[in-house]
């Protein structure tokens, strides 16, 4: 079974911290990805990473970075954390070897993250 | 216009009930098709793929229409257990980034 862990499950951080929220995925899959999920809003994609230290954009980048030194870690980094940044965080992995079409997506558990 | 868009319901509906979701998308080169579920505070899940011929697994039924541009899930005899959001998700040629559609609330009451 795949697994994939998000380092804490609640977070509550002050405007202004840097703010780091871990993801590691043990199937050794060459995709992964960071979303956050609002209400209303649905997934959107913040990040994805197709290789190590590979990155790109997704539809929401602004105010966050990441990191992926390992394969199997790939960490979402808020830089000065805003109020408008509370939300669920949500990590995924995928195989990315096969067809690109169909790639099935794991999610962590998530992390909400309150800024306060 | 969102590439892909669901009813966000809810759909209300009693036990035994069959219901049936329909997810629309915008860019006809989408090639592969899924349905994935999400209980309340958990993360999504795979449910299941669509397949042009359409698929069914167990109680789930997945649909695609090509020329309409859109997929649907048919759940029979509705079980309490059912209830959750499904998302439909649409990848585009050749892409590894799938898009998410909001998401459909179902309810199985009583």
């Known amino acids: 079974d795949v697994k994939v862990t998000q380092s804490s499950r609640y977070l509550v951080k002050r405007t202004g911290e840097k703010v780091f929220l871990e993801c590691v995925q043990d199937?050794?899959?060459?995709?992964m990805f960071w979303y956050r999920q609002d209400p209303g809003l649905g997934l959107r994609l913040i990040y994805f990473?197709?290789?190590?230290?590979?990155?790109e954009k997704g539809d929401i980048p602004e105010g966050y970075s990441v990191s992926r030194e390992k394969k199997e870690r790939f960490s979402l980094i808020l830089e000065s954390a805003s109020t408008n940044q509370t939300s669920m965080y949500l990590c995924?992995?995928?195989?990315?070897?096969?067809?690109?079409?169909?790639?099935?997506?794991?999610f962590g558990p998530g992390t909400r993250l309150t800024v306060l | 216009r969102k590439e892909v868009e669901q009813d966000p319901g809810p759909f209300n509906v009693p036990e035994g009930a069959t219901v049936a979701f329909n997810c629309t998308y915008s860019?006809?080169?989408?090639?592969?098709f899924f349905w994935y579920r999400q209980d309340c505070r958990k993360e999504p899940k795979l449910l299941m793929s669509?397949?042009?011929s359409g698929n069914e697994d167990g109680r789930f039924t997945a649909q695609l229409n090509r020329a309409s541009q859109y997929i649907s899930l048919l759940i029979r005899d509705s079980k309490l257990s059912d209830s959750a959001t499904y998302l439909c998700?649409?990848?585009?040629?050749?892409?590894?980034?799938?898009?998410f559609g909001r998401g459909t609330s179902l309810i199985v009451h009583p």
């Open positions: 995924a992995s995928s195989l990315g070897t096969g067809p690109p079409s169909g790639d099935t997506q794991y």
């Open positions: 199937m050794d899959h060459e995709n």
């Open positions: 990473s197709y290789d190590v230290k590979m990155k």
């Open positions: 860019n006809s080169a989408s090639q592969s």
């Open positions: 669509v397949y042009s």
């Open positions: 998700v649409v990848y585009t040629g050749g892409s590894y980034i799938p898009t």
